[in-house]
């Protein structure tokens, strides 16, 4: 069913819901059909424009899920929160099949780590589906992506390569208006690379299409403020604003309700 991604002024907000046992910050929080309904309750309650579902943790070094147990995990939790809410639905998958399915089941938006290069289906079945679509950066696989990534100008590459999956999804019938940009902060990158990542986020800005940005408890602010993972949320929002600061439009985060205050003040300050 296609529908329209919320519209408001203020920046919009992704919930993170992970229906995973491994995920790097909340594994095995969610990864009850009950528990996962719940929190994206609260999420919504919290002010979640968006709620992003993912099934299989994406962190460095992480194993693939097999087809099957990721559509298990994904499903039913997106069709019982449709039910239940209204909510603007992401699924946070690679994979077509679960794509398709999730899309049937109520998800209106495919979140595509690998930008649409892992499952060559991929593009088809979201021009398909009418779905919009986040086209992310990555280097190489969850699995080896932190090793020894490099890169000669972070940003200039990034660029090059949303260029290219944009012209391949438009010829794969995904409408540019439904395609969003994510750099992928984390995803084969190094400390400095993030860094200048969320410097430089106006050069994304000139391709024309809303920014998505995921900063969240990740290990890169970890390493710049000296703080274990239960001890990000400070960096964490600091990151938040920055990014909104230099043209972030969706902020996918974990803590809701502190984001979206952040959201709300430099919202405040950029209008005034």
Do not use: W
């Not at 995920?23 to 002010?47: C, P, R, W």
């Not at 979640?48 to 099934?55: C, E, L, M, N």
């Not at 077509?96 to 060559?120: R, W, Y």
């Not at 106006?202 to 391709?207: A, D, I, N």
């Amino acid at each position: 069913m296609t529908r329209e991604i919320p519209s408001k002024k203020e920046p919009l907000i992704m919930g993170i819901l992970n229906v995973t046992p491994d995920s790097f910050f909340d594994g095995g929080k969610h990864n009850t059909e009950e528990a996962a309904i719940e929190y994206a309750l609260q999420m919504v309650e919290d002010g979640a424009d968006i709620i992003d579902v993912g099934g299989e943790s994406t962190r460095p070094y992480a194993e693939e899920v097999d087809l099957d147990e990721e559509l298990k995990r994904v499903i039913p939790v997106i069709e019982k929160i449709s039910a239940r809410s209204d909510v603007f639905i992401s699924i946070d998958t690679y994979k077509s099949k679960v794509a398709q399915e999730a899309c049937l089941a109520g998800a209106h938006m495919i979140n595509d780590i690998s930008g649409l290069t892992f499952d060559p289906q991929m593009s088809q079945i979201a021009g398909q589906l009418r779905a919009y679509v986040v086209i992310m950066h990555t280097r190489g696989t969850p699995k080896n992506m932190q090793e020894n990534p490099y890169y000669k100008n972070v940003v200039a590459e990034i660029k090059k390569f949303f260029l290219k999956q944009m012209e391949a999804a438009i010829q794969a019938g995904i409408a540019e208006d439904r395609i969003i940009l994510d750099p992928g902060i984390g995803f084969g990158k190094r400390v400095e690379d993030n860094l200048k990542i969320l410097k430089m986020l106006g050069e994304f800005k000139k391709l024309g299409r809303p920014l998505l940005i995921g900063t969240s408890m990740k290990s890169f602010i970890g390493k710049v403020t000296e703080s274990p993972l239960e001890e990000r949320l400070e960096g964490t929002l600091a990151s938040l604003a920055v990014s909104l600061m230099n043209g972030a439009d969706i902020l996918r985060v974990h803590d809701v309700k502190s984001a979206q205050k952040v959201a709300k003040l430099v919202h405040a300050v950029m209008e005034s």
